[in-house]
Protein backbone atom coordinates (compact mmCIF):
# COMPACT_ATOMS: atom_id res chain seq x y z
CA UNK A 1 0.00 0.00 0.00
CA UNK A 2 1.76 3.33 -1.38
CA UNK A 3 -0.02 6.46 0.78
CA UNK A 4 1.36 10.08 0.01
CA UNK A 5 0.27 12.38 3.45
CA UNK A 6 0.46 16.29 2.67
CA UNK A 7 0.69 18.66 5.27
CA UNK A 8 1.62 22.12 5.79
CA UNK A 9 -1.69 24.27 4.03
CA UNK A 10 -3.37 26.93 5.83
CA UNK A 11 -4.29 30.29 5.27
CA UNK A 12 -1.94 33.17 4.29
CA UNK A 13 -2.19 36.70 3.01
CA UNK A 14 -1.53 37.47 -0.64
CA UNK A 15 2.30 37.85 -0.87
CA UNK A 16 2.81 35.44 1.78
CA UNK A 17 4.81 32.04 2.21
CA UNK A 18 4.10 28.93 3.35
CA UNK A 19 5.61 25.63 2.83
CA UNK A 20 4.33 21.87 2.02
CA UNK A 21 5.32 18.69 2.64
CA UNK A 22 4.58 15.12 0.95
CA UNK A 23 6.18 11.74 3.22
CA UNK A 24 5.28 8.75 1.12
CA UNK A 25 5.36 5.66 2.39
CA UNK A 26 7.96 4.11 -0.01
CA UNK A 27 11.41 4.69 -0.72
CA UNK A 28 11.66 8.07 -3.09
CA UNK A 29 13.25 5.83 -5.60
CA UNK A 30 9.70 3.77 -5.85
CA UNK A 31 8.80 6.50 -7.86
CA UNK A 32 9.92 8.11 -10.98
CA UNK A 33 8.82 11.17 -10.44
CA UNK A 34 7.05 13.21 -7.71
CA UNK A 35 5.29 16.60 -7.49
CA UNK A 36 2.44 18.90 -6.91
CA UNK A 37 -0.51 19.64 -8.37
CA UNK A 38 -3.71 21.80 -7.35
CA UNK A 39 -7.22 22.11 -8.20
CA UNK A 40 -9.29 24.73 -7.43
CA UNK A 41 -13.15 24.38 -7.32
CA UNK A 42 -14.84 24.20 -10.81
CA UNK A 43 -11.28 24.02 -12.46
CA UNK A 44 -9.62 21.43 -13.85
CA UNK A 45 -6.60 19.84 -11.42
CA UNK A 46 -2.88 21.36 -12.59
CA UNK A 47 0.50 20.72 -12.90
CA UNK A 48 2.29 22.51 -9.94
CA UNK A 49 5.92 21.37 -10.00
CA UNK A 50 7.63 17.93 -10.68
CA UNK A 51 11.13 16.50 -9.53
CA UNK A 52 12.22 13.41 -10.93
CA UNK A 53 14.38 10.75 -9.97
CA UNK A 54 17.23 12.26 -11.73
CA UNK A 55 16.52 15.41 -10.43
CA UNK A 56 14.77 17.19 -13.40
CA UNK A 57 12.80 19.88 -12.26
CA UNK A 58 9.48 21.36 -13.89
CA UNK A 59 7.53 24.39 -12.97
CA UNK A 60 4.19 25.91 -13.94
CA UNK A 61 5.27 29.00 -15.79
CA UNK A 62 2.97 31.39 -13.27
CA UNK A 63 4.89 30.01 -10.73
CA UNK A 64 8.92 29.97 -11.48
CA UNK A 65 10.73 32.03 -9.56
CA UNK A 66 8.55 32.15 -6.31
CA UNK A 67 8.01 28.19 -6.24
CA UNK A 68 10.91 25.74 -5.29
CA UNK A 69 10.62 22.04 -5.07
CA UNK A 70 13.02 20.28 -2.88
CA UNK A 71 13.21 16.30 -2.10
CA UNK A 72 14.90 14.44 0.67
CA UNK A 73 15.31 10.93 0.03
CA UNK A 74 16.24 9.88 3.19
CA UNK A 75 13.11 11.09 4.43
CA UNK A 76 11.22 10.21 1.81
CA UNK A 77 9.77 13.76 1.34
CA UNK A 78 8.89 16.32 -0.90
CA UNK A 79 8.06 19.73 -0.64
CA UNK A 80 7.10 22.93 -2.03
CA UNK A 81 8.06 25.85 -0.76
CA UNK A 82 5.51 28.96 -2.16
CA UNK A 83 6.45 32.75 -1.97
CA UNK A 84 4.39 35.90 -2.27
CA UNK A 85 1.12 33.95 -3.00
CA UNK A 86 -1.89 35.57 -4.87
CA UNK A 87 -5.08 35.23 -3.76
CA UNK A 88 -5.77 33.13 -7.38
CA UNK A 89 -3.65 30.19 -6.16
CA UNK A 90 -5.72 29.17 -3.20
CA UNK A 91 -6.78 25.50 -4.29
CA UNK A 92 -6.39 22.21 -2.60
CA UNK A 93 -2.80 21.01 -3.12
CA UNK A 94 -1.87 17.49 -4.09
CA UNK A 95 1.02 15.22 -4.01
CA UNK A 96 1.58 13.34 -6.34
CA UNK A 97 3.92 10.13 -7.38
CA UNK A 98 4.28 8.76 -10.51
CA UNK A 99 5.37 5.28 -11.04
CA UNK A 100 6.39 3.46 -14.33
CA UNK A 101 4.39 2.52 -16.64
CA UNK A 102 1.14 4.19 -15.81
CA UNK A 103 0.68 4.42 -11.96
CA UNK A 104 -0.69 7.48 -10.25
CA UNK A 105 -0.56 8.00 -6.69
CA UNK A 106 -1.87 11.15 -4.98
CA UNK A 107 -2.13 11.79 -1.48
CA UNK A 108 -5.91 13.20 0.04
CA UNK A 109 -4.71 16.96 -0.21
CA UNK A 110 -4.05 20.43 2.02
CA UNK A 111 -6.00 23.30 1.49
CA UNK A 112 -4.55 26.45 0.39
CA UNK A 113 -6.50 29.40 0.67
CA UNK A 114 -4.85 33.31 0.37
CA UNK A 115 -6.42 35.53 1.56
CA UNK A 116 -6.77 38.69 3.51
Known amino acids: QVQLVESGGGLVQPGGSLRLSCAAS????????MGWYRQAPGKQRELVAT???????NYADSVKGRFTIVRDNAKNTVSLQMNSLKPEEAAGYYC??????????WGQGTQVTVSS
Open 26 to 33: RSWFYFNR
Open 96 to 105: NGFRPPSTDY
Open 51 to 57: ISSSSII
